[in-house]
């Protein structure tokens, strides 16, 4: 028989009405003949209820408690869901991070599974009922409650269909799977039936927010078959695999933006050894994600050093900076809030030269300036006035995807 | 140093601004020179509002998966708790049931404590934390979430105490005790200063609700003091204690009552062995609490059995019993779902005769009518009309207690 994880996000268990929905669904699945293992999230609001219950406390709220407080959301929808399938007559059991030891490291709030136990799992299949586990959250080896942070029931659903040896991991979200771009500011966009893991990874780290990141990170390493699809329709979303010999043929699968992240600029540093070390260094240890880095040295022996922070961060970042460009001997620090990160990603960049070219072209016809550039195998990503955002991504879709059939 | 269990119930920490508060009140009693383990209560409503959306789901929810929805209740006071006392310069740590092993045994909704596993709160307590653990809930020897029911909170506290071996155990709640009665009907109610655990277990099983009985069942058996008192002052409250000598001076400590159960009476059921046990058979089986029951043999060898059951129940009780009325060929059955048991209570019974009487006369002496008594060694019961309730508490009281002082 086949075993199918399957995910729901907080919109789509966000009401009583709506949990019974997927009660229904699940059970469709399960009488269609296949085994089921259902991972969900908090009910839609319900974590950012916490959150604020945390912070009418404390400003910087203590992790450790944090992460017990936020995975009582969870633990409210296994319940619930467990509850309206058996309701259904379906035997269902659910199950919290605990208790199928869902073991992950000891960061609180961005924890990371190390094992899952699968034992009780793979018992309560044996006899016949559905499984429905809590997403977000695990325990550390000393039995403390972790969480995964931002989208982790996407990472427990794809870890649990890795540890399960699942045929399929099926994310149900509000959207119908992954497009070429967002189609709010592009009406040409088109949902893609087919992504590599790669192109995936590189769409979700550069501002595409239907699946976070690390697990599809996961879903590569463990070769798991992710279906991104629609909780509220029946048609096929997008299939996140194993890049195929075909996908070369497609140049850019998708255009990304993202306008979550500031710039910081020191300005005529003395160039020497060590210097990125005396400036990232501090900036690492305040955790900090350092996103795109650039450095151009001019003729005086002084650089300018720039570099991009989530927006979220910038001010931390910034008094860092500040104190570290006296002992630099910068000549003076500068920030922008004001940007986009725009990229053009796909598999096909390998093996066909002329896609950085053609983008730098399609900007400059629209007197876009590009502030900043990075590179990887499959992805080229500018920096530009967060004005242009919308204009950007419309021209690089049309002249890189344009209205091209079998997306 | 010595070691303080102390309770909050839901009230106690029904806001954020009291969650504030009853930091506050634990800081101190930490700076006065104890180490704290602190019981915390789901926020008050918030148990309600889980079992609301279990019965939008279904009409009896499965009771396994209901203890895990409503333990989601305390993980969140318990960590806003602690989150509180960390603001507050305070080191602390929360525990919930899984965390510190609270083992019960499986019965959902009204586990019962078996174990605890006391080495986490010992090596938190060492560390100069205050432990704050989850009240109501624990888990079976499978892992499986349990809830102890009604008041659980109170026996978490009282066994934590018993487990851990603390000089006391208190019990804050919205009200400064245990008073010889109701002061909302009786406005000459006093708070007592000390009762015995077999009082006040009397007194919480015919009415009074300021401590789950469970509770001083288990306090009496491991010999811990419990301090009853209010969360917003801080005067003495009650103390529930092991008997003393001067106890005996005292004929009655209490007057309760309970509204809350209904009479069923098997009328002219013809007497013979085993009548009652096919009565009272298949209601145990249903899981319904009888409380008192009463059967006089007549001369024409048929009998009237009466009994009363939680009003809660009384539908189901009576669809058996008039299934088993025919088959113990009893002439008809009956309802009253109007009556109420006032109890009078206290040790000095022991030694004293004539309380009994005395009852009786002074209801009589107002014209209420006796219709089911039942006694014990430290309480006599008299279910009446529940119109009459309040003024047959007022008049016992009166009689008994009165303006005495020193209670």
Redesign the interface.
């Known amino acids: 028989m086949s075993l199918l994880v399957q995910k729901y996000g907080g919109t789509s268990v966000g009401t009583?009405e709506r949990?019974?929905q997927v009660a229904e669904k699940v059970c469709r699945a399960k009488r269609a003949g296949s085994e089921i293992v259902v991972v969900v999230s908090a009910m839609a609001g319900e974590t950012n209820r916490?959150v604020s219950?945390?912070h009418?406390?404390?400003e910087i709220?203590?992790e450790?408690?944090?992460d017990?407080?936020l995975?009582?959301?969870e633990?409210?929808s296994?319940?619930?869901l467990?509850?309206?399938l058996?309701?259904l007559g379906q035997p269902?059991?659910?199950f919290?991070g605990?208790?199928v030891r869902i073991e992950t490291d000891s960061a609180y709030g961005r924890a990371r599974i190390r094992n899952i136990d699968s034992t009780k799992i793979v018992e309560s299949l044996k006899n016949g009922e559905v499984v429905v586990i809590a997403g977000f959250q695990g325990v550390d080896e000393d039995?403390?409650?972790t969480t995964l942070g931002r989208g982790g029931s996407d990472t427990s659903a794809v870890a649990l269909a890795a540890f399960l040896n699942a045929d399929a991991c099926e994310i149900y979200t509000d959207v119908e799977g992954v497009f070429t771009t967002d189609p709010a500011i592009c009406p040409e966009a088109r949902k893609l039936a087919r992504v590599s893991y790669d192109e995936m990874i590189e769409l979700a780290s550069t501002g595409a927010k239907v699946l976070e990141i690390r697990s599809v990170e996961f879903a590569k390493k463990f070769s798991v078959p992710v279906h991104v699809r629609s909780t509220f329709t029946n048609v096929e979303g997008t299939w996140v695999v194993k890049e195929e010999e075909s996908m070369d043929d497609v140049l850019v699968s998708g255009v990304s933006y993202d306008q979550n992240e500031a710039k910081i600029t020191l300005q005529r540093v003395p160039d020497r050894p060590g210097l990125a070390a005396q400036i990232f260094s501090p900036i690492a240890a305040a955790h900090i994600i350092v996103d795109m880095i650039i450095q151009n040295a001019s003729e005086d022996g002084t650089t300018d050093l720039t570099f991009t922070v989530p927006k979220a961060d910038y001010k931390k970042a910034l008094a860092i900076v500040e104190k570290a460009a006296a002992a630099v001997k910068s000549k003076g620090v500068k920030v922008d809030t004001d940007i986009a990160k725009i990229s053009v990603v796909g598999v096909g960049m390998r093996t066909h030269a002329g896609v950085a070219a053609k983008m730098f072209e399609v900007l400059a016809r629209e007197g876009i300036n590009i502030e900043m550039i990075s590179t990887s195998e499959i992805k080229i990503s500018v920096v530009i006035d967060a004005k242009y955002t919308e204009l950007a991504v419309r021209v690089l879709h049309d002249a890189f995807i344009g209205k091209r059939e079998n997306v």
Chains 1, 2 share one sequence.
């Open positions: 009583i949990i019974k916490l219950l945390a009418e406390i404390s709220p203590d450790r408690e944090k017990v407080l995975a009582s959301g633990q409210v296994v319940a619930l467990s509850l309206a058996k309701e269902a059991r659910s919290l605990h208790q039995d403390n409650i």
